[in-house]
């Protein structure tokens, strides 16, 4: 139990270009999700928090216009990078809880790379 | 804030036991482990919830020392397999903060 998936799990795009990744709980009902970004041989980060129905609440020093983050069931949240630049370039991970515990279970993740 | 990690990476020969500390300055209600292998996503291994709690699975091992705020991952006659870079995340209401990591790498 407690899958979470992402699509696509990498992705290259064009610098401008907007890209949409995916992260559902396939088995669960996520009452909140986190979006986390990695860079090369370093830690995740929290970007946001999403929870379902409501507006996404960020971490300090990320931009929301940038980051569009969508929680629109309990089981998707999409986040959209737009107008995608060479240093956005990372690794997306998503995470999803379910109720007031502090597991989390964390998607496969997804590979940006803007060219 | 994030917790603090050691040692950065640690090398070990197959068998070899290791330990991995992860501290934080402020009161944690959750310490979470996880290890990630190179190009993927973090794998979770443990979670420990209460102050005084040790849990294992297999050879690896943790525990939670609440009043000092710090927890430690236990390797113990380490497998090839246990290779990669440790993370502890902790938490202190529903948001998680992960370390810098702890790179391990087990050599036959």
């Known amino acids: 139990g407690a899958v979470v998936s992402q699509h696509p799990s990498w992705v290259i795009c064009k610098s401008g270009t907007s890209v949409k990744i995916e992260c559902r709980s396939l088995?669960?009902?996520?009452?909140?999700m986190f979006w986390y970004r990695q860079f090369p041989k370093q830690s995740l980060m929290l970007m946001a928090t999403s929870n379902e129905g409501s507006k996404a609440t960020y971490e300090q020093g990320v931009e929301k216009d940038k980051f569009l983050i969508n929680h629109a069931s309990l089981t998707l949240s999409t986040l959209t990078v737009t107008s995608a630049h060479p240093e956005d370039s990372s690794f997306y991970i998503c995470?999803?809880?379910?109720?007031?515990?502090?597991?989390?279970?964390f998607g496969p993740g997804t590979r940006l790379t803007v060219t | 804030q994030q917790p603090v990690q050691s040692p950065q990476a640690v090398i070990l020969r197959e068998g070899e036991d290791a330990v991995i500390n992860c501290s934080s300055s402020?009161?944690?209600?959750?310490v979470h482990w996880y290890r990630q292998k190179h190009g993927e996503a973090p794998v979770f291994l443990m979670i420990l919830l209460k102050g005084g709690e040790q849990k294992g699975h297999e050879k690896i091992s943790a525990s939670f020392n609440e009043k000092k705020q710090q927890s430690s991952l236990y390797l113990t006659a380490s497998q090839l397999s246990y290779s990669g870079t440790y993370f502890c995340?902790?938490?202190?209401?529903?948001?998680?903060?992960f370390g810098a990591g702890t790179t391990v790498t087990v050599r036959a």
């Open positions: 995340g902790t938490s202190n209401d529903y948001k998680l903060s």
């Open positions: 402020k009161a944690l209600y959750s």
């Open positions: 088995d669960f009902q996520a009452t909140t």
């Open positions: 995470s999803a809880k379910t109720g007031p515990g502090p597991e989390q279970y």
